[in-house]
Every structure is written in structure tokens, then in C-alpha cells.
């Protein structure tokens, strides 16, 4: 296990097997899987072993993919063809995007889950340009009874979290698992 993803696993494992406290702020119960984005491919190839990890110690698994929302949310705009000729009136309904996203992620889980279950985001490299990783995790963990796993294609450094190759970073105190440490 001395690859980088073997490590994320395995500090993975070793973060979700300990028991959780039930009196904590949305925050706390974030946790942020960094990975190098090179290797995102290899990551999604084994993201059932991040589930089988969190089944294992008893928190039921949850996994909703972000990678084609943009896409989806696109076709379903009534001037998609305009915002192809023009993209700039498009730059205007990124918030939109953003807020149904949101809506729409909530509406996977909110009804149906308790305090031990794991609810992950994957995909949120996909986001980089439209919509903004922190707002959407900040919105969907106030929702979350169990824990948010969002694996996170980027940095980390004293909380300030980077996606991708971005220069701006933002602050958070989710915990943080990085395959580098």
C-alpha cells in the first residue's frame, strides 16, 4: 500500500472507523479526501473501495456524482443555443446553476438518511469555472445527519483548500485527508 490512493484509503479507513461524537457543527462533520488530480481516473476506479471501507465500520454509503451536473443543467435550458453562440450571458447563471445543484443534491439523500450514514461528492473537479466547491459543500453539509466525504482533487494547506491548479484557495476546518501526508 504505498501508492498514493492505497494511503488516502487508508487513512480513510482508519478516520471513519474511530466513533463519532454526535454533537458537532456541519464542519466537523466534513471530510475532505485531497488527491493529486493526476489521479483522478485511478481514484474513480477505486471509489467502491472507499465505500466498502465506510460499510464495513457500519456507516451506510451514499455516493452522488457531480461530474455531468453541468451538462445535464445545461440541456435543459431553454436558450442553450443562444449561451453557445454568446457565452457570456451564460456567466450570469452560474448562481443558478449553483442553487439548483444544491436543491437537487439535497433532495438525493435529505429524506432518507440518519446519523451513521456517509454521504459522498465526487465529481467536484468538474465544477471548477461554474460554480464554487465552497458554497456547495458549505450548503450541503448543513444537510447532512451522518458525515460529507468530498473527494478533492487539489491541495490543502492549514485548512485553505486549492482545486485544481487554482490561485485562490478558501479556508475550512473539515477534516482534512490528504494522499500526500
Known sequence: MSDRLSKLLKGFESHISIPWP????????????????EDELKLRARV???E???TQHGHPWKLLDLTTSFET?????DYKETYFED????TGLYGDFADELVESLKQQFIHDQDQNEVIAL????????????SGLVEAVANNV???????????????????LDAKDGWGYHATAISATA
Open 22 to 37: 454526535s454533537a458537532v457543527s456541519a464542519d466537523e462533520r466534513t471530510i475532505f479526501l485531497v488527491y493529486n488530480k
Open 87 to 90: 457565452p457570456e450571458y451564460l
Open 52 to 54: 466498502q471501507a465506510s
Open 145 to 163: 445527519k451522518g458525515r460529507l466525504v468530498v473527494f478533492f482533487p487539489g491541495e490543502v494547506h492549514n485548512n485553505n483548500f486549492q482545486l
Open 73 to 77: 443543467w445545461m440541456a435543459e435550458q
Open 122 to 133: 465526487l465529481g467536484c473537479g468538474t465544477l471548477f469555472g461554474f460554480a464554487s466547491v
Open 48 to 50: 467502491g473501495e472507499f
